[in-house]
C-alpha cells in the first residue's frame, strides 16, 4: 500500500491493478513510496527529459529509486510468481498473432518473465476471435473505445491515458476500435 499526503491529509493508495499473477501501479519515477520491491517493468506515459512516451525497461527492484528519473507519470508492471501449476499449458496466441486489420505490434524487450510490445489500432481496426495465450496486462499510452466481443456479449470499452486492463490467460474476444487510434503497451507474462 501506498501513503500519499494531499493537503494534509493522510491517504492510502493501492495498486490499479493486483491478483495471484501481476501488480501495477500508476505513480511517477519520485514517489515510489509503498511500491513493493522486486523486479518490474516500468512504462513511461509521458515525454519527458530523455524519454519517450512508451518506453519500456526491465528493472530489477521497482522500490528503488532510478538513477535517472523520466520526471513524467509511469506504470510499473510486476511480474509475481504463484505456484508452479501442474496442469498442461492452455493453447492461444501471443499479442499479435492474431488476424488483423488495421493494427500494428512492435516488439520493445523480452526476457524470460516478459514479452513488451508497442501496439497501435487504426480507426476502425479490427483484431478477429482470439485466445490469450498469456496473461497480458495492457497500459493505455492514448486512450480510446474499443468494442470487444466476448461470452455472446458486445461492450464498448472506454479507456484514459494511463489506464491498465488485464486480459487473462485462456480469455476469448474480439475487437474493434470505434474511436480515434489507440495506442498502448503490452506485457505479455510468460508462464512459469
Known amino acids: 500500500m501506498r501513503w500519499l499526503v494531499i493537503i494534509g491529509v493522510l491517504v492510502a493508495t ?17 514517489a515510489l513510496t509503498g511500491v513493493a520491491h522486486g ?15 512508451g518506453n519500456a525497461t526491465w528493472v530489477e527492484d521497482a522500490a528503488a529509486p532510478p538513477a535517472t528519473s ?22 492461444g496466441s501471443k499479442p499479435g498473432d492474431a488476424p ?14 516478459v514479452s513488451v510490445i508497442r501496439a497501435r489500432m487504426e480507426v476502425g481496426a479490427r483484431e478477429s476471435f482470439h485466445t490469450h495465450g498469456s496473461d497480458t496486462i ?11 466481443t466476448a461470452d455472446g456479449k458486445t461492450v464498448v470499452k472506454r479507456w484514459k491515458h494511463g489506464d491498465v486492463e488485464f486480459e487473462s490467460l485462456g480469455s476469448s474476444h474480439s475487437a474493434r476500435n470505434v474511436g ?10 510468460k508462464p512459469r
Open 14 to 30: 493501492s495498486p490499479v491493478l493486483e491478483n495471484p499473477r501481476v501488480r501495477a501501479y500508476r505513480t511517477s519515477a519520485g
Open 39 to 53: 523486479p518490474a517493468v516500468v512504462i513511461a506515459l509521458d515525454d519527458a527529459a530523455g524519454v519517450k512516451m
Open 70 to 91: 523520466t520526471g513524467g507519470s509511469i506504470v510499473i508492471v510486476q511480474p509475481l510468481r504463484p505456484p508452479r501449476s501442474t496442469r498442461p499449458p492452455l493453447a
Open 100 to 113: 488483423f486489420t488495421g493494427m500494428s505490434f512492435n516488439p520493445i524487450f523480452e526476457n524470460d518473465r
Open 138 to 148: 495492457v497500459v493505455h499510452l492514448s486512450g480510446g473505445e474499443i468494442e470487444d
Open 180 to 189: 480515434g487510434a489507440v495506442d498502448v503497451v503490452l506485457v505479455a507474462l
